[in-house]
């Protein structure tokens, strides 16, 4: 297919810690089966890692460290544009503009804010507020067609979209609206702890979450762990959201349908299927953990890719950037 037919993809992920398996399936895995069918963008959102408090080594290495990991999982930056956010400074630029054009109340109503803003009580700054409208530019300057992300991520994606049009019917035609592109399996991991909540790498418990880094062991280890319940059976249910989420977990990992998977273990105890998941889920990453092992070794060669990445996002970057600036009135 000509560059020119394919539908455009865009979508970054923060690096604010170790990532994991609900990163995984819920964004990461996508990215790379979108890569041979669409012009792709992958960025790290480290402007987007600061609306909490980072440590500034810690933080300089989860970026590159997460860069690592996207080559790692098979992101290819001859096929995709791989760069870090804050090296096009479009992005911070574009935000202030759509700032400008956004009410306080939409930010209000986000739910992700509410949720971080009652977990960092201390720190409410004025970044986690207007974070959707950092995120908006971020797909906006790229002109994708759509955002695949993970499901607690849709609020925001129709928040980018709420602005896009209000700016195109304002000042004129120069953003494409995006669409949400989230997957059927695996669009909500939830904890292994406490299946109620979404699996988060910043959860305390470190039984709850799967690192994609972790070893066979843990692995193995944290899914025997997993909280079910005492009734027995291996069906997908609202009573079952421990079971559920390993029926998800498994069938995005192997492909097969829930049914099918009901079907494998109909009969078997949860310690068979506890153990058959966390097998599956460490045959998938063993071998991504290897990759990164080696890749993250080689700084010199990471930051040579970033850099032409950057390159080439800018080029496009800077391109919508003018457009919307001559659109406003701005003087170039
Ligand atoms: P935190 O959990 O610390 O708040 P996060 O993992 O939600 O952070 P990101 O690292 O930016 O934040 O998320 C990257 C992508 O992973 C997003 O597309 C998000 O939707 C997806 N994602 C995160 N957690 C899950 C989960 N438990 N299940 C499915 N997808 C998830
Ligand atoms: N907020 C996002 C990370 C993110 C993002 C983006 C995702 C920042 N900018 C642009 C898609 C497109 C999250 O996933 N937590």
Redesign the pocket.
Known sequence: MCEESKKRVL???????M??????????KNWLNMQDEFETTFAV?DL?AITVRQEPAKLRSQIYSTYALMLALGLDPERSTMFIQSHVPEHAQLAWILSCNTQFGEMARMT?FK??SAKHADNINVGLFSYPVLMAADILLYKPDYV??????KQHLEIARDIAIRFNRLYGDVFTIPDAYI?KT??????LQDPEK??????ENLNS?VAILDDKDTIIRKFKRAVTDSEGGIYVSEDKKGISNLITIYSAITGKTSAEVENEFSGKGYGDFKLAVGEVVADELGPIKQRYDQIITDKAELERLFREGAERAERVARKTYFKAMKKVGFVL
Do not use: E, F
Request: aromatic share 4%; charged share 15%.
């Open positions: 979508s970054c992920i923060q690096p604010s810690g990532l994991t398996l609900g990163n995984y399936l819920g964004a990461l959102a987007h992700q949720d971080k695949p992300v993970g499901a607690d991520q997957p695996g669009a909500r991991v939830m904890s979404k699996m988060s790498k910043s959860d979450w």
